[in-house]
Every structure is written in C-alpha cells, then in structure tokens.
T-cell receptor, first 114, second 109 residues
Framework: GAGVSQSPSNKVTEKGKDVELRCDPISGHTALYWYRQRLGQGLEFLIYFQGNSAPDKSGLPSDRFSAERTGESVSTLTIQRTQQEDSAVYLC????????????FGPGTRLTVT | GIQVEQSPPDLILQEGANSTLRCNFSDSVNNLQWFHQNPWGQLINLFYIPSGTKQNGRLSATTVATERYSLLYISSSQTTDSGVYFCAVQETGANNLFFGTGTRLTVIP
C-alpha cells in the first residue's frame, strides 16, 4: 500500500512569511507525528496526534508553530513568521495505536528560510 | 528525559566487511527502532525491536532491554549500505520516538 506522503518536497520562503506543510499518513494509522531534522543532526519531536484525543504539543519550539489534523487523515503543520533557524527538514510519521508501535516516515519537506 | 547514545559516530568500511553498531539508552522503553537514512534523506525502517533478536538478509539486530542496549549487525557490507543509521526509542509512557545522533557509515569499493 501507499506510504506516508508529504508536500511540498521543497519550500523556499522569505523570513517573516508563513508556511504550511502537509502530511498524508498511511491508511488505517491513527497516530501521526511531526519531527524536525536540522542539518547533520538527529530528529526532534514536535507534535503527536492520536485519533480525537488532544494532541501532545510538548515538542513545539515556539508559539509560531501549530498543527492540525482532521480526524484520522491529513495533517498540516503551520509555521508563522518564519525565521532562519526554522530551516530544516520536517518529517511526518504514522503508526497504529497498538502493538507494534512501529513508526513509518514520509520523505520530508525541506524548508529553507532566506 | 531519556538519553540515547550511538557508537561509533563514524565508520568507514571496505566493501564486504562486517560491522556492529551500538545503541545505549538510559531508561525502559516499549519501542526501539533502527532506521537507515539514505543519501536522499529518506528514513528506511530496518527493525522494530524493543527486545530479542531479528534478522533480515544481511542485517540483524539484538536488543537486551534489561541491560538497555541494542546492536545492529551489518554483514558483507555493500556501497548501498552507506548513509546514517539511527537508533530511536520510545520511553514507556511517552508518545514519541527519541533519536540518537546516528552512526554515519561509508562503504568504499
């Protein structure tokens, strides 16, 4: 079946602009995660959605970052008033909310803030 | 929070050689995954292995949860094995994976 898809694959934006990134999880996966990967580093957790429960926003770095998910489908990550330090690859993952909790990742969106 | 340490940070191998990558973690986990990040940035699932031993072709992995470590074995390495190998764990009660800093593997012909 289809894997996790993300769009756009690349985004270049000017400092101060807002951007919206999209994630389409694997069908049937109720859990969805957003991570950020800065150049040469590991992944940092941003936010987690599970079904209709309140999202776990504990990883969001500032109030400029927000995310939404409609039911158990598509999610969007929005970054307002982008800064140069927001430049990174943003990765989305999805999993079942039961054993095994194996997460599958999309190809990511490379964001460059100029 | 949980600490994840991977070693070695960098590894250069001649094609055909074998290697062992290590992941140490500081607390109990209910999920441990090994990923290969290829040169294009895609994270490829290698193993979901919170405990026990698994094998898939030239790769195998062992997690000893009671001693808080996991090992990834690569045998008869190929140039296509090059990339960064990440260990990621999910602490019991947490929602997310916590990633180590990775091992960068370069396989030379």
């Amino acid at each position: 079946g289809a894997g996790v898809s993300q769009s756009p694959s690349n985004k270049v934006t000017e400092k101060g602009k807002d951007v919206e990134l999209r994630c389409d999880p694997i069908s049937g996966h109720t859990a969805l995660y957003w991570y950020r990967q800065r150049l040469g580093q590991g992944l940092e957790f941003l936010i987690y959605f599970q079904g209709n429960s309140a999202p776990d926003k504990s990883g969001l770095p500032s109030d400029r970052f927000s995310a939404e998910r409609t039911g158990e489908s598509v999610s969007t990550l929005t970054i307002q008033r982008t800064q140069q330090e927001d430049s990174a690859v943003y990765l989305c993952a999805s999993s079942f909310y039961r054993l095994p909790y194996e997460q599958y990742f999309g190809p990511g969106t490379r964001l460059t803030v100029t | 929070g949980i600490q994840v340490e991977q070693s070695p940070p960098d590894l250069i191998l001649q094609e055909g050689a074998n290697s062992t990558l290590r992941c140490n973690f500081s607390d109990s986990v209910n999920n441990l995954q090994w990923f290969h990040q290829n040169p294009w940035g895609q994270l490829i699932n290698l193993f979901y292995i919170p405990s026990g031993t698994k094998q898939n072709g030239r790769l195998s992995a062992t997690t000893v949860a009671t001693e808080r470590y996991s090992l990834l074995y690569i045998s008869s390495s190929q140039t296509t094995d090059s990339g960064v190998y990440f260990c990621a764990v999910q602490e019991t009660g947490a929602n997310n994976l916590f990633f180590g800093t990775g091992t960068r593997l370069t396989v030379i012909p």
